[in-house]
């Protein structure tokens, strides 16, 4: 039979599913022998936990001790084997890259049925595939996770641009910047994507009043569309003295629009935890409970441009569902052992169309005409020579997986032979179909 993990279930097109088979709840769990509590190591700074824990709890676990982990999702409320199965990305990744380049060991249950301890020093060849593989060669059972020191607190400021030029020269000279001091850098570097301007509000509503007020629809260009570049600075009791004119540096060197400056500062727990906040909005007004069309694309730093004419001031017209972030990394942050695809550039950018379907008569709105509008942004990039690769990505054929992974599909395939010769796990990737003994052939 074939096998599938389930973390907690943010999978887009049932990949986590699996027909003729079992689907292993690695996370809620219930009744009998409950999997360790996260196991803080704080002189050497770790932590050991179980593949299928939620990352808000491992926050909790090593905040106990001062510590967290570098590198986080947005939303906190995922399991730890699901996001190391993909990358797992967010704000914090120009700096330490994704969450797959933080982890030291796992512990990993083969399609074979081996359980292997994997390491730098330990199983390598499994280590790296497993880190970023789709649950295709094992399922994670324990990671060991890289720890820092917690701030205490968190300068959060977002402030807007009209011209993408200037936007994403911003973005791409503060994610340079990885290497200085932390006094001289932001902790965090992520942005979106405005082009529909009653999104505004919501938008708005969650950080205080501009230093200079002004009406934001005044703001609006004529092309529509308005960007937003959001950044942190993390700050501790004994540098609360600095954060000031630290900030203010680092302001003075950007080119957004000056009367927009929005900022807050707010616990580190809860700058992590802010989209879990938004979440709980949506669900007391029946939003959270449907179809999710999300397009999650890698691109390359000199086609963003390119990018941004065809589709955010093209295709999606000036109606949306949901936000639109796009920020910059760099691609050495990145293991290129991992099993992840990333685009052949030193900086891609992570362009996330995180849209909801709703049944609301609104024909913009529904689910129908959101994946067409993905399936058209898809081939405007293919039309224009845009290579990106899908980040969560989701194919229908081994054709299209193996031009996915490019140059890394030989590697992936050896990798699936030697560790699930049989294509028992993860089916509904729908990478590989198992394979099976005929009947007869089976053990009574």
């Given at each position: 039979?074939?096998?599938?993990?389930?973390?907690?279930?943010?999978?887009?097109?049932?990949?986590?599913?699996?027909?003729?088979?079992?689907?292993?709840?690695?996370?809620?769990?219930?009744?009998?022998?409950?999997?360790?509590?996260?196991?803080?190591?704080?002189?050497?700074?770790?932590v050991?936990?179980?593949?299928?824990?939620?990352w808000?709890?491992?926050?909790?676990?090593?905040?106990?001790?001062?510590?967290?982990?570098?590198?986080?999702?947005?939303?906190?409320?995922?399991?730890?084997?699901?996001?190391?199965?993909?990358?797992?990305?967010?704000?914090?990744?120009?700096?330490?890259?994704?969450?797959?380049?933080?982890?030291?060991?796992?512990?990993?249950?083969?399609?074979?049925?081996?359980?292997?301890?994997?390491?730098?020093?330990e199983?390598?060849?499994?280590?790296?595939?497993?880190?970023?593989?789709?649950g295709?060669?094992?399922?994670?059972?324990?990671?060991?996770?890289?720890?820092?020191?917690?701030?205490?607190?968190?300068?959060w400021?977002?402030?807007?641009?009209?011209?993408?030029?200037?936007?994403?020269?911003?973005?791409?000279?503060?994610?340079?910047?990885?290497?200085?001091?932390?006094?001289?850098?932001?902790?965090?570097?992520?942005?979106?994507?405005?082009?529909?301007?009653?999104?505004?509000?919501?938008?708005?509503?969650s950080?205080?009043?501009?230093?200079?007020?002004v009406?934001?629809?005044t703001?609006?260009?004529?092309?529509?569309?308005?960007?937003?570049?959001?950044?942190?600075?993390?700050?501790?009791?004994?540098?609360?003295?600095?954060?000031?004119?630290?900030?203010?540096?680092?302001?003075?060197?950007?080119?957004?629009?000056?009367?927009s400056?929005?900022?807050?500062?707010?616990?580190?727990?809860?700058?992590?935890?802010?989209?879990?906040?938004?979440?709980?909005?949506?669900?007391?007004?029946?939003?959270?409970?449907?179809?999710?069309?999300?397009?999650?694309?890698?691109?390359?730093?000199?086609?963003?441009?390119?990018?941004?004419?065809?589709?955010?001031?093209?295709?999606?017209?000036?109606?949306?569902?949901?936000?639109?972030?796009?920020?910059?990394?760099?691609?050495?942050?990145?293991?290129?052992?991992?099993?992840?695809v990333?685009p052949?550039?030193?900086?891609?950018?992570?362009?996330?169309?995180?849209?909801?379907?709703?049944?609301?008569?609104?024909?913009?709105?529904?689910?129908e005409?959101l994946?067409?509008?993905?399936r058209?942004?898809?081939?405007?990039?293919?039309?224009?020579?845009?290579?990106?690769?899908?980040?969560?990505?989701?194919y229908?054929?081994?054709?299209?997986?193996?031009?996915?992974?490019?140059?890394?599909?030989?590697?992936?395939?050896?990798?699936?032979?030697?560790?699930?010769?049989?294509?028992?796990?993860?089916?509904g990737?729908?990478i590989?179909?198992?394979?099976?003994?005929?009947s007869?052939?089976?053990?009574?």
């Amino acid at each position: 039979m074939t096998v599938s993990a389930r973390g907690h279930g943010h999978s887009i097109n049932g990949q986590a599913q699996t027909t003729n088979g079992v689907v292993i709840q690695m996370s809620g769990w219930k009744g009998g022998n409950k999997p360790p509590r996260p196991r803080v190591w704080a002189e050497e700074r770790y932590v050991d936990v179980w593949g299928g824990e939620l990352w808000i709890d491992v926050l909790k676990s090593t905040l106990e001790y001062g510590l967290a982990p570098k590198s986080w999702t947005d939303y906190l409320y995922l399991s730890v084997g699901g996001t190391l199965s993909n990358a797992g990305i967010s704000g914090q990744a120009f700096n330490h890259g994704p969450q797959i380049s933080n982890v030291y060991e796992l512990d990993v249950v083969t399609g074979k049925g081996e359980v292997l301890t994997c390491s730098e020093d330990e199983n390598t060849e499994l280590f790296h595939a497993v880190l970023g593989g789709l649950g295709q060669f094992g399922i994670i059972t324990r990671a060991r996770i890289s720890l820092e020191p917690a701030p205490k607190m968190v300068r959060w400021i977002r402030v807007l641009y009209s011209n993408f030029s200037a936007f994403t020269s911003d973005q791409e000279h503060l994610i340079s910047l990885h290497a200085e001091p932390s006094n001289q850098k932001f902790d965090y570097v992520e942005g979106f994507v405005i082009v529909d301007e009653g999104l505004i509000n919501n938008w708005r509503s969650s950080l205080l009043s501009p230093q200079n007020p002004v009406k934001i629809s005044t703001l609006f260009p004529s092309g529509g569309v308005l960007y937003c570049l959001e950044i942190a600075k993390n700050y501790h009791e004994s540098t609360v003295q600095t954060i000031d004119q630290e900030v203010e540096f680092l302001l003075k060197k950007l080119n957004f629009i000056s009367t927009s400056v929005f900022t807050t500062d707010l616990l580190y727990v809860d700058f992590l935890d802010r989209v879990h906040k938004a979440e709980l909005k949506l669900r007391s007004k029946g939003l959270w409970e449907v179809p999710h069309p999300w397009l999650n694309l890698f691109i390359p730093s000199s086609k963003i441009a390119e990018f941004d004419k065809g589709v955010f001031k093209g295709i999606l017209g000036n109606k949306t569902s949901g936000p639109i972030l796009i920020y910059p990394m760099n691609k050495n942050k990145w293991d290129h052992r991992s099993s992840v695809v990333t685009p052949d550039e030193g900086v891609f950018y992570l362009v996330a169309l995180l849209r909801s379907a709703l049944d609301n008569g609104e024909e913009t709105q529904s689910l129908e005409y959101l994946n067409n509008q993905n399936r058209q942004i898809l081939r405007y990039c293919d039309e224009a020579g845009i290579k990106v690769k899908r980040y969560l990505p989701h194919y229908t054929t081994q054709q299209e997986w193996m031009d996915h992974f490019g140059n890394k599909w030989d590697r992936f395939y050896e990798m699936k032979m030697e560790f699930d010769p049989r294509h028992i796990l993860a089916s509904g990737q729908r990478i590989f179909t198992p394979t099976f003994p005929s009947s007869s052939n089976m053990p009574s």
